[in-house]
């Protein structure tokens, strides 16, 4: 027999629905704080949202649960956007140097997109538990993702044979690597050479 909805539940559900709320608008504020002036305090994410500052920390205790939630709304946008490009379909409808060069493209534009953002994390990331904990788990999702496309792309026959783990772990440190001013300063870096270079790395043999 189902349970019935009294009117407490209600308010509580309402109250529910508005803690998620304010918490989403602060963690965007956050983020949009940071790329603006590369830092932030509670104060002004608060301000940001029109809540008051001790609001601010009733939804995060402290900056750093504040900037985790930051980089959580990075990481979702990452995996989402490599997502339409580390496919199969895309390998197979577009071939493998132009997949994987939408693949660095999306991740020089993340890079981009949250360069404020992440370089404050990695000065924070060494004293905090957190910050490390989430760090950790994006790159293993990551890792996960491009061993599943290179899974594919070998059963494709489009990658060349060998130990998933191994190639996924040269992908993925030829990716990690883009964030750097070598590659912001010579564009043709990400666009023509370091997908020739993975295509050479990943092409199989022709007998």
Not at 19 to 25: D, E, L, N, Q, Y
Not at 76 to 84: G, K, L, P
Request: net charge negative; glycine share 4%.
């Amino acid at each position: 027999m189902p349970q019935r909805v009294t009117d407490d539940d209600q308010v509580h559900l309402r109250s529910e629905g508005k803690a998620a709320r304010t918490r989403r608008a602060l963690q965007q504020a956050t983020l949009d704080v940071i790329r603006e002036s590369g830092e932030f305090t509670g104060e002004a994410v608060a301000e940001r949202v029109g809540v008051s500052t001790p609001t601010f920390y009733a939804h995060f205790a402290t900056k750093d649960n504040a900037l985790a939630a930051a980089l959580e709304l990075c990481f979702d946008d990452f995996s989402q956007r490599v997502a339409e490009a580390q496919t199969v379909e895309v390998l197979l409808d577009h071939g493998l140097e132009e997949t994987l060069r939408r693949i660095v493209a999306i991740t020089v534009e993340v890079n981009g997109d949250y360069r404020a953002l992440l370089r404050l994390a990695r000065g924070r990331v060494q004293s905090s538990v957190l910050l490390r904990e989430i760090s950790r788990d994006a790159e293993t999702s990551a890792f996960d993702s491009t061993r599943r496309f290179v899974e594919l792309g070998q059963s494709a026959r489009l990658i060349r044979a060998g130990d998933p783990e191994a190639l996924t772990a040269t992908i993925r440190t030829v990716l990690d690597g883009l964030d750097s001013w070598t590659v912001r300063a010579f564009p043709a870096v990400p666009d023509t050479e370091i997908p020739r270079l993975l295509t050479t790395y990943l092409t199989p043999e022709r007998s």
